[in-house]
Structure formats: structure tokens, C-alpha cells
Nanobody, 127 residues
Framework: QVQLVESGGGLVQAGGSLRLSCAAS????????MGWFRQAPGKEREFVAGISRSGGNTAYADSVKGRFTISRDNAKNTVYLQMNSLKPEDTAVYHC????????????????????WGQGTQVTVSL
């Protein structure tokens, strides 16, 4: 079992930055692909970013490319999402997730592939 706890959300003005953290406890998260997903009110959950076990491979949704950066510190069992140039449309609850199935450097884009989820942290971007 892996427990995931997100932090770092909040209210920020458009153009601002936030850094989300996802701390893993229980089984070490270094063996898992980690992802960030978000869900806005009335919308489906969507993939934001993912990172391979080693951190050598990353993937991003087109809507956040060039603005968001995912990283991980396996010694701290923590994954980060640096969010810059935030827009009102980035407003959502952000969840981190872990995929325990070995897939090499492949990063699943579907939430169905991830079997551990955090409770989420709210990000609100105002005009």
C-alpha cells in the first residue's frame, strides 16, 4: 500500500506560480510511475503530467507544456509539480497518483492505469 498526500495548493493570480508536492508513505514510491491529474467542477479528470521511475522520462498535457514541470526526489519519496504562468483555466483539484505496474519508461496518460491516489489539493487561479 502507498499513501499519497498532496500539498501546496492555494489561491493565486493569473500569471503567478505554485509548487505542488506529493509525499508518499508506506511502500517506497521510487518503483512507481507518478502522475498528476486535475479535475475542475463539471469536467472530467484529465492528465496533467507524469514522470517515470527514474525521472528520466516525463510527459505533459498539451495545455500545460512549457508552463508546468514535474520532478521527483526518490530519496524523499516526493513528487513535485512546478506550475508557472498560471491561467484561470488551470483552476481545479489536483491529485497525484502512483502506478505500481512495471512499464519501463512508459507513462500512462489514463487515470485507469494508476492504482493509488491522493485526496487532492485545490488550485484556484483568479484574474
Amino acid at each position: 500500500q502507498v499513501q499519497l498526500v498532496e500539498s501546496g495548493g492555494g489561491l493565486v493570480q493569473a500569471g503567478g506560480s505554485l509548487r505542488l508536492s506529493c509525499a508518499a508513505s508506506g511502500r517506497t514510491s521510487r518503483n512507481y510511475v507518478m502522475g498528476w491529474f486535475r479535475q475542475a467542477p463539471g469536467k472530467e479528470r484529465e492528465f496533467v503530467a507524469g514522470i517515470s521511475r527514474s525521472g528520466g522520462n516525463t510527459a505533459y498535457a498539451d495545455s500545460v507544456k512549457g508552463r508546468f514541470t514535474i520532478s521527483r526526489d526518490n530519496a524523499k519519496n516526493t513528487v513535485y509539480l512546478q506550475m508557472n504562468s498560471l491561467k484561470p483555466e488551470d483552476t481545479a483539484v489536483y491529485h497525484c497518483a502512483a502506478d505500481s505496474v512495471y512499464r519501463g519508461d512508459y507513462i500512462p496518460l489514463s487515470g485507469a492505469a494508476y492504482n493509488y491516489w491522493g485526496q487532492g489539493t485545490q488550485v484556484t487561479v483568479s484574474l
